[in-house]
């Protein structure tokens, strides 16, 4: 009888973690994708320009730090955060500090999608991203692997001079990962 109990026992243990384990790596997967959507929107909008905001994601709560140049941008990068599925709430950790009196960089759209394209190209995942600019708004298509490789593809085209926005219309597939060469300069995203 204490033998039966204690397979009984032991299957339920191994229940227990079956069930755990992935709620676990999921809610990662879930924070790590949410983190991407956000970092995608920020890039996105014109008013926050999202250059100098980090973005981090626990539970699905959205974490926003950095420098920003208005209470209005401020309250811009949570407003926008907060409309995508998923967001339980956001954290606006933003300070706001005169970035400087820059004055806004005007720069042909030719040139911007060559910019954008070399910025893309020394990052093994993003070499093969298609990049279109209209009056300074750069549209980012292809495939990648992953939502984390499109979020980067949005953080290098905002980090050039004279975009003003970054329409990301990359898709995801797993299977898109680009073979590395022995010896081949690459990176990936950061974490």
Do not use: W
């Amino acid at each position: 009888m204490m033998q039966g109990s204690s397979v009984a026992a032991a299957l339920i243990f191994a229940l227990v973690a079956v069930v755990t384990a992935p709620t676990s790596a999921m809610s990662e997967t879930v924070d790590s994708v949410l983190t991407a959507k956000a970092k995608i929107a920020l890039f996105a909008d014109e008013q926050v320009k999202g250059r100098l905001i980090t973005v981090e994601t626990v539970k699905g709560v959205v974490i926003l730090r950095g420098k920003i140049d208005s209470s209005e941008a401020r309250a811009r990068a949570s407003s926008v955060v907060e409309t995508l599925p998923g967001v339980k709430r956001v954290r606006n950790d933003l300070q706001v500090t005169s970035l400087g009196d820059r004055p806004p960089v005007v720069a042909a759209d030719a040139d911007i999608t060559r910019r954008v394209q070399a910025a893309l190209l020394h990052e093994l995942p993003l070499s093969q991203v298609g990049v279109r600019t209209t009056s300074g708004t750069v549209a980012l298509t292809g495939v990648v692997a992953t939502i984390d490789v499109s979020a980067r593809a949005s953080e290098l085209a905002r980090g050039v001079p004279g975009v003003r926005s970054v329409t990301n219309e990359l898709t995801y597939d797993p299977a898109n990962r680009p073979a590395v060469k022995p010896g081949a300069p690459h990176t990936l995203p950061p974490r």
